[in-house]
């Protein structure tokens, strides 16, 4: 019995390979009695749980077949699909989990956390970040019509393109001191992540963290954890 972690796979219309890689990796990668923890961004935007698109519906029968075959599907909506919400993980067949949360896996807790929340030297997408994700802004969101919303994510991902490059390298990733406190907060010693997009494990003075990597390029990097053993980092194609 394996528990899996993923992130940021970025699905969108525009690169099918990358969706048909995550039907690979649920056909190959996951049995029943498995966890499959997606850590957000699973889409490149996600607009609202009546998204109805090929893509959608695509992995929504992908999740609830293996949901279906007896795999445990978590997800985590990340900043790309902070929209995610109780409809498409109940048609999924998934479990929602709020960012960061504590699971327990085998005889250890972990903490679980998209990895936005982490990059907190980068104030101006913080203050975005909190402005979001308040409930209000939200429900003002979902009460626009959808293809207003499809014009403000278009707006947004292009503010993002335009001034993600400009930024120095350290606003880009997590700030180390904040790791720490957060694994003090929550009593764990261990935190997987994603939303960097730099796979690799990290020691810190109380702990370590595991960083999954996105599905853009030619391979994802993952989490499996078999029971017994520690989790670590594997390769999988995104083109077979
Ligand atoms: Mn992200």
Redesign the pocket.
């Known amino acids: 019995m394996d528990s899996l972690f993923i992130?940021?796979l970025h699905l969108c219309e525009q690169r099918p390979a990358t969706t048909r890689a995550l039907l690979r990796f649920l056909a190959t990668r996951t049995r029943g009695g498995d966890a499959l923890y997606i850590l957000?961004?699973l889409f490149d935007a996600w607009l609202g749980d009546e998204d109805d698109s090929p893509l959608a519906r695509t992995v929504l029968d992908a999740l609830g077949e293996r949901s279906r075959a007896g795999v445990q599907v978590f997800l985590m909506p990340?900043?790309?699909d902070v929209l995610l919400g109780e409809r498409f993980a109940r048609r999924a067949g998934a479990s929602l989990l709020p960012d960061p949360c504590c699971r327990q896996v085998g005889d250890r807790r972990v903490l679980l956390a998209?990895?936005?929340a982490l990059c907190s030297a980068d104030l101006g997408y913080q203050r975005y970040r909190r402005w979001i994700r308040r409930p209000a802004t939200r429900r003002l969101l979902l009460a626009l019509p959808l293809a207003l919303r499809r014009r403000i994510a278009a707006a947004l991902r292009r503010h993002s393109r335009e001034h993600t490059p400009m930024k120095p390298a350290p606003l880009l990733d997590v700030v180390p001191a904040t790791v720490e406190e957060a694994l003090i907060e929550y009593g764990v010693d261990l935190l997987i992540h994603?939303?960097?997009h730099r796979p690799a494990q990290h020691a810190h003075r109380n702990g370590s963290r595991l960083v999954l990597g996105d599905w853009d390029g030619a391979e994802a990097r993952y989490v499996c954890w078999s029971a017994g053993s520690e989790p670590l980092l594997h390769a999988f194609p995104i083109a077979p």
């Open positions: 992130s940021d957000g961004d990340g900043n790309r998209h990895g936005d994603g939303h960097t």
